[in-house]
């Protein structure tokens, strides 16, 4: 344990209420310490694991409207390069 933690001062004009709500929006959390103990309670209660999220996610559809479209210029392109009479 540290005896003589460095101190650093944070400027003024942190807002809690911008962080609380960026905390509520992400799933996060807020927290405040005013003193180096109260830091030290904070970290301890973060989660020192990463958690990941799995997921599907359907694409096909995007491709199919990929491939459609490059269907539909190869037409219109072979029109355009070979005017019937």
């Given at each position: 344990m540290v005896r003589n933690p460095p101190t650093f001062s944070i400027p003024a004009g942190i807002d809690p209420s911008t962080l609380q709500s960026i905390a509520a929006n992400t799933?996060?959390?807020y927290f405040t310490a005013s003193s180096y103990g109260e830091l030290q309670k904070v970290f301890?209660?973060?989660q020192t694991n990463m958690i990941?999220?799995?997921g599907d996610e359907e694409i096909s559809a995007i491709?199919?409207?990929?491939?459609?479209?490059?269907?539909a210029t190869a037409?219109?392109?072979?029109?355009?390069?070979?005017?019937?009479?």
């Open positions: 799933d996060g959390k301890e209660k973060l990941t999220k799995h491709f199919t409207v990929m491939g459609a479209l490059f269907a037409v219109t392109l072979s029109f355009v390069w070979h005017v019937f009479p």
